[in-house]
């Protein structure tokens, strides 16, 4: 970008635009994966939707590569482009909490610790992922799973409405009676459509949860999945619980004596009645007494960053994904296999329930094209030593690969890694990917979004 454009751009809006040769330039393009190393022609840094508007119009004016960054936690860095001015919304965090109505208002850089946060104020919230850093828009436009998706749907279920800018410039409200189409494809269909400046959300009564972490040594790991592949589908919906291989991190609340072990685990979350938590989850004996258990009553809101300090901003991340509608005995040895081989202490596993309400919602009401999934699969590489990233990658690709024959062919968009192709994108939205580039053609026809797991505009 000629630096004329650069100043041009910054006499037009009211934020911040930032250059390679600005002293904040490095830190303003760093995002939570470390692995990835983009260097854009400039930063945006949005102060409203506004400055949306008048940054996508000169843009798109000036025939520059676009990306668009939340939260900034993108696994592949789509957040960021060479060469290109990445739309940068993290000024815009502000969340508005209608407790009459029981509803949240999040600004498009919100991320899931700043929803939380306004909405556990008032004994409220709505189903979003489990790490707070991680972007509100980026999350809901890729469908969003976490604690409360068994017994109230996935993050995109719960959206309202939502303010968006399009490829135009312009500004338009999707919801149920506005831009119907709009609305549909932006619940799962990613940031193909434009750029979500405020979104709001359906929230249900939460308030203390029961929080719990069970482990078993890794060796045990086909005794417990065959038991939890049976137990979870069929428990109640207050009863959420993932199922992970992973490493015992060196603190509280885990015992000296298992530190650094590897292990199969799950850590549950339960909506029902705090004084029946230990009813709940006395089944966890069934597979064979575990190496450690815990379970204790819990603001949400802390059990939704329980997590934080374990896996920062600023790691090597490499990860991948995978939809699944049964566990079968094949893949047993291979979650075994994957889980004695575990290459560093960080790198983990994690099937996530998408049952319950998810499935109550209509296969086509919404852009998410797996209401017949039961599980949402992730493997992740993660490291803080650069050295590392091969490795992580390795165990990270292995471990999906060698599962895939038993997943349902498609993966949650928001865990797909970098150099999946096109085809897995397809299969990601199986049936509705011609439905989803048709309005891809009316909303962005030259397909100014591509920064992205990209759906292509139909053609004419």
């Not at 696994?75 to 001015?85: E, Q, S």
């Not at 998706?149 to 309202?160: E, F, M, S, V």
């Not at 397809?426 to 397909?447: F, G």
């Amino acid at each position: 970008m000629r630096s004329a454009t650069l100043e041009d751009m910054r006499t037009t809006l009211r934020g911040p635009v930032i250059g390679p040769r600005d002293a904040e330039y490095d830190q303003a393009r760093k995002i939570y994966n470390a692995m990835i190393d983009k260097r854009p022609a400039a930063i945006v840094r949005c102060a409203d939707a506004a400055d949306v508007m008048a940054a996508v119009t000169f843009v798109r004016e000036h025939g520059l590569e676009l990306a668009v960054r939340g939260g900034g936690h993108s696994g592949p860095g789509l957040c960021l482009v060479d060469d290109g001015v990445t739309i940068d919304l993290s000024p815009m965090r502000g969340v508005r909490v209608d407790p009459a109505a029981k509803t949240a208002q999040a600004g498009g850089g919100s991320q899931l610790g700043d929803l939380d946060h306004a909405t556990h104020a008032f004994g409220l919230a709505t189903p979003t992922g489990i790490i707070s850093m991680t972007g509100v828009a980026g999350l809901t436009l890729g469908g969003g799973h976490g604690y409360l998706t068994r017994k109230y749907g996935l993050t995109a279920d719960n959206l309202i409405s939502a303010d968006v800018v399009l490829a135009d410039g312009s500004f338009v409200t999707a919801n149920a009676t506005e831009h119907p189409d709009l609305f549909w494809a932006l619940r799962g269909g990613g940031g193909n459509f434009g750029i979500a400046t405020s979104l709001t959300y359906r929230l249900h009564p939460v308030d203390t949860v029961g929080a719990g972490v069970t482990v078993w040594p890794v060796e045990h790991t086909r005794e417990v999945l065959t038991w939890y592949r049976e137990f979870l589908p069929q428990a109640p919906e207050d009863v959420y619980g993932f199922f992970t291989v992973f490493v015992v991190p060196p603190g509280p609340p885990f015992p000296e004596e298992i530190h650094r072990q590897k292990v199969c685990g799950i850590v549950w979350c339960h909506t029902g009645d705090p004084d029946r938590l230990d009813e709940a989850l006395s089944v966890v004996q069934e597979p064979g007494s575990p190496a450690f258990h815990f379970a204790s009553p819990m603001p949400y809101v802390a059990l939704q960053s329980l997590f934080d300090e374990l896996i920062p901003t600023g790691y090597q991340w490499y990860w991948r994904g995978d939809f699944f509608d049964h566990i079968p005995d094949a893949a047993l040895d291979i979650h075994l296999k994957y889980g004695e081989n575990n290459p560093t202490q960080l790198s983990l596993m994690h099937l996530y329930p998408v049952d319950g309400a998810a499935h109550r919602v209509g296969p086509d009401d919404t852009a998410w094209s797996y209401r017949d999934a039961v599980w949402s699969g992730v493997f992740a590489g993660v490291d803080p030593d650069p050295a590392n990233a091969g490795i992580i990658r390795q165990w990270c690709v292995g471990y999906q690969e060698e599962l895939h024959p038993y997943s349902m062919g498609g993966s949650y968009v928001n865990f797909m890694g970098t150099g999946e192709g096109q085809e897995r994108v397809r299969a990601t939205y199986r049936d509705h990917y011609d439905r989803l580039a048709r309005v891809k053609r009316t909303y962005d026809p030259d397909n100014l979004f591509h920064a992205n797991q990209n759906i292509a505009p139909a053609q004419e």
